[in-house]
């Protein structure tokens, strides 16, 4: 598929002698929801990262819209960054600046907008989570939720065409890790976005992705719609999905 | 045998890593100085944060470096037979050239170095580095230069008062405990100062600031593996800095002061 919006092409990807990823391909097209599920450990947001080149790949290729983008640099990967927006796992909050100085600190750094423009839309995005009165606490002052919040309100700030969500829910009540996946659903449709989510959260899975890979020793086990992967008689997936520690996956 | 040799092959890897790593960063600092007018608000702050604010640090460190300086030189003194009133030379000697320069840089390694290594290293293993890359800002001219930055100016600005106040500490020392009177000590002081000896002696302290600043982003930036990482990185880059900080120091010695 040539044309796909996003395509990854044969990713291999190791840390000294330990190899991750070992010839991921996948491609995502324009608008798609997609959630990439796995054990943890087995590369998840390793093949994100690689998405706005915070990784490297040993070999392989990352398109957005045929160009590779895991050999830009200078302005030319400034501009695929600010096309991308990103919610950490540990939402990598910045912890000496404020809510607020968080949400804003793309468009001042980079974008270089002025105070009242970055200060209405801090304030339009923080409302978008739920949370426009909060913008002078400082991120230590957060529950986990709300830290989320704040990450996504961050990722979103300058409307990027993809959202990419590294375990968005983990880590978080039940009922919070609901929140959130509503508001990811609810800024998906609403921002008209392409999104990848990172997850081992079955619920969550379902929940946000009209589509659903499964990484299993460094590449791509299942990739298909919910339905497929709910009726699936793949063994690693099933064992997956259903959340045990018998069956062929080895838990490290 | 054969693991002492794997142990001495293992730390020669790691020193040719480290020190290609601190050229790369220096390099990459030169190059963000193009951008230095977009960070002069965060320079401000470093300059603050870490030079300001380390003065109290070197102000108590160098009475008593003068101090000591004092007493040990009149102890000498008293075992060659020289003459008292020449304590003010050696004391002002030993000070601005090598005492305050060396022991301002060292201290400042351990408040300053470590701290920044600590904050960058937190920085880095929570995922905040990237987030910075991710919204296309270059953590190098966001942190790094700023620090570097402050690092070079700070140390040398610090030197200038650990002179003066170890001046004063050897004098008060002088004055009180060996009996020499803050005339004759002040005039030997005078005599022997020369302008030449102070200026190298800031010139060398922002050459310590330097290697302060570029080994602590470099550790912070290189830390890995969570809080442990940054004890790591922290305790790594004060080692580091205050082995370069006596190695420049010698040889700038060396070139510096002929004998
Ligand atoms: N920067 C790194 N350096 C070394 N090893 C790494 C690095 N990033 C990830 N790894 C390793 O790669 C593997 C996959 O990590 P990761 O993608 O974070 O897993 P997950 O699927 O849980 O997100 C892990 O074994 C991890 O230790
Ligand atoms: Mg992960």
Redo the contacts between chains.
Sequence with gaps: MADAFISIRDLFKGFGAQEVLSGVSLDINKGESVAIIGQSGCGKSVLLKHLIQLLEPDSGQVLIEGEDVTALHGRALVKLRSRVGMLFQSSALFDSLTVAENVGLGLKETEHLDDATIERTVREKLDMVGLGDILEKMPSQLSGGMRKRVGLARAIANNPEVLLYDEPTTGLDPITADLIDNMIVELNQKLNVTSIAVTHDMKSAFKIASRIIMLYQGKVEIDGSPEEIKNTTNPVVRQFIEGSSIGPVQVQ | MQFGLETIGRRGVNFVRITGGLFVLLGRFIVSLKHAH?SFGLILEQLYVLGVKSLPLIVIISIFVGAVSAWQAAYQFKFIGAPLRLLGHAVGKAVVIELAPVLSAIVFAGRVGAGVAAELGT?KV???I????????NPIR?LAMPRIIACVFMVPFLVVFANFIAIMGGLIVSVIGVDVSSETFLNGFKDSFQLKDFVNGLVKAAVFGLSIGLVGCYEGFAASGGAQGVGKATTTSVVISSVLILIFNFLFAVILFRV
């Design positions: 977009k920085m929570t995922e905040q990237d987030a910075l890359e991710s919204m296309g800002i966001y």
